[in-house]
Structures are given as C-alpha cells and as structure tokens.
C-alpha cells in the first residue's frame, strides 16, 4: 500500500471516528445559533405590525378602516413574495452571509424608522415602507438554507436544521407576547423600536461571528472543517465541482416535477392559514372579544407557543422513526407534513 493511500485511509478513519463520538459543540453549532437568532429577530420584526396597529387604532388619526388595515397587513407579502426565487441564486453567488446580513440589517433599520415615517405620511408611506421591508425578508430564508447547506454534515441536518427554523416560532411568541407589555409601557411605537433594534444587535454579531462557508471561517478547527467536508463528499455530483453560481438550475424540471409541485400547494395551503391566523388574531382579539392589549398580546401567543414546543416533540418522534427504519423516509416525511397540515384546518 503507498503512502498516499494509508494516509487517507487514516484520515477517514479518524473522521469516522470523530462523527460517531460525542464531537460537542463546533463552530457549526454557533452558525446555527445564529441563524435562529436571525429567523428571531427577523419574525419579531415582520409580526410586530399585527398587535401594534391594535395599539395604534386607539388614537384617531390611526383609526383606519378595515379595508386599510388589510392593505397595511399584507403589504409587506407584496414585496416578501418578489424575492423568494431570485435569493437563493444571490446567496449561492455572493455567499448566504452577505444576503441575509444585507437584507436583516436594512430591515431593522426600516423597523427602528416606523414610526417617524407613520407620523409623516399616514397608512400610505406605512404600506411602502413594509412592502420595501418583506422585499429585502425575502432573503432570509434561501440565505438560511445556503449557509445550512454548506455548514451541517447531512446526518446532523434534521436536528439543527430544526433548531435553526424554529427561531420563526420563538420570534412570532416573544413578539406577541412583549408588545402589549411594550405597548402599555412605552406606546405603541416602542414596539417597533424595540424589535428593530434587537435587528441591528443581531446584524453587528453576525457580521464579525457569522461565516458563510467553512472555508471562509477563521475559527473553525481542522477537525471540524474536515468532518464537514466529509459528510458533504458523499453527494457530490460532477456538477459539485463547478463553483456554485455557475451550476445550471433546472427550471423547467422544478415545475414539471410532480414532488415540487405538490411541496408548492402544501406550502400555499400552510402559508394561507398560518398567516391569516397570525395577522387577525390579535384584531380578532380586540374587536370580538374585548380583550385589553396585554390580554390579547399573551392570547395571541399560545398558538406558537404550542407550535414552538410539538416541534422539537416532532422532530425527535420523526428521527425516532427513520433510525429504527420502520418506516420508510418517504412516508415518515408526508406523516408529519399531514399533522402539521391537520392544525390551521381544525382552527
């Protein structure tokens, strides 16, 4: 045997090795810690809106109509659905460090400018300035997944990939469940204040701590670096070697797909009923149930908050299920879609 070869056989054994052991925690972890920090602050600042246009409406220049509250609501999807497609090819070109730090960051900024641009030009200017905001949110997500993608081993990818995503979750509870206390406090302004400004922290950290690739991490070890190139090596495809941004995206494929097309009805369907519940709940709230604004910010939680805790539940179950093989993966990921699909039908 030559010498190039024992060595490579050594240096599989000893990653065998270190991903079967207990490796603790890595620099990995921390980059998954700080993108559920981001899907944090980043749902704090695009639910802050629902209660805060309950506070607002108790003075009379805020007082809108329905109609106008609607437009105000979902003014911030009109530009959060332009952006989906065209981020993931931006993340993988420029590194999905730079989008979501570029989106987030000018996004708490327009969050901390709320309430100034209310005062100075009514329902009209706040319509524009959330739309402007869920155009650069809609970074977010593609950047997570490129920076997941390049980060976690594909055996850790379930576990943390959940923890990173169920910063929405925490995000959307901690939101609702501060404002009214923010709102009573400081007015209705503070809310914005201080979700965007819980924005800025997030973006100086992620910006020295935060790395798009290992490659590019100065603080990552050997060790781990190799760990995570190994784990990725075993998907490589001849396509794998070009760099990112040039690898062809088959387009027409996605669409013709039968798999992809069935994922984009059940996340339109998903989609439809978390986010009517979400933005209506606390005006719901309100106007129905005479509930005060404290009482409605916490009431407006509990959904989430139960949707924050059955995650880790169904994310464990679901390992569970795959390690014992007694399912197949194919039918162990429509089993948990459906339950999940179960929850805004009965609601």
């Known amino acids: 045997m030559s010498k190039e070869s024992s060595q490579e056989e050594y240096r599989m054994v000893k990653n065998r090795r270190f991903e079967n052991k207990s490796t ?22 695009r639910v802050n809106l629902s209660v805060a246009i309950v506070a607002m409406a108790e003075f009379p220049e805020y007082n809108w109509t329905e109609r106008i509250k609607s437009l105000v609501l979902s003014s911030f999807f009109w530009g959060y659905v332009t952006t989906q497609v065209p981020a993931g090819p931006l993340a993988r070109r420029f590194g999905g460090k730079v989008t979501i730090l570029s989106g987030l960051s000018i996004c708490s900024v327009l969050t901390v400018l709320t309430p100034l641009c209310v005062r100075l030009g009514g329902w009209q200017v706040l319509c524009a300035l959330r739309l402007v905001e ?148 606390p005006s719901y709230m309100k106007n129905v149930l005479g509930k005060d604004i404290k009482a409605n910010a916490l009431l407006s939680a509990l959904p989430y908050t139960t949707m924050f805790v059955l995650s880790f539940v169904f994310a464990w179950l679901s390992k569970r299920l795959q390690r014992t093989e007694c399912v197949s993966l194919s039918w162990n990921r429509k089993l948990f879609n459906s339950i999940g699909m179960l929850g805004p039908m009965g609601l």
């Not at 603790?24 to 600042?45: C, D, K, N, P, S």
């Not at 013709?256 to 009517?276: D, E, H, N």
């Open 134 to 281: 869920g155009v650069f949110q809609g970074l977010l997500f593609p950047s997570c997944h490129t920076v997941i993608s390049a980060w976690v081993p594909p055996n850790e990818r379930a576990t943390m990939g959940n923890f990173a995503y169920v910063g929405f979750q925490f995000g959307t509870i901690i939101m609702l469940a501060t404002s009214g206390l923010l709102a009573s406090m400081g007015g209705w302004p503070s809310i914005f204040y201080a979700s965007g400004a819980a924005g800025c922290l997030w973006s100086v950290v992620y910006y020295f701590w935060g790395s798009s690739t290992p490659a590019q991490s100065k603080r990552i070890t050997p060790e781990e670096r190799e760990l995570i190139e190994l784990g990725h090596a075993s998907e490589r495809t001849e396509d794998a070697e070009l760099p990112s941004h040039h690898q062809i995206t088959p387009w027409l494929s996605f669409f013709k797909s039968p798999a992809v097309l069935a994922l984009i009805a059940v996340q339109s369907a998903y989609a439809f009923g978390f986010w009517t519940l979400l933005t209506q709940i």
């Open 24 to 45: 603790g925690y890595g620099i990995r972890h921390l980059q998954i810690l700080l993108l559920f920090a981001a899907l944090t602050v980043g749902f704090a600042m």
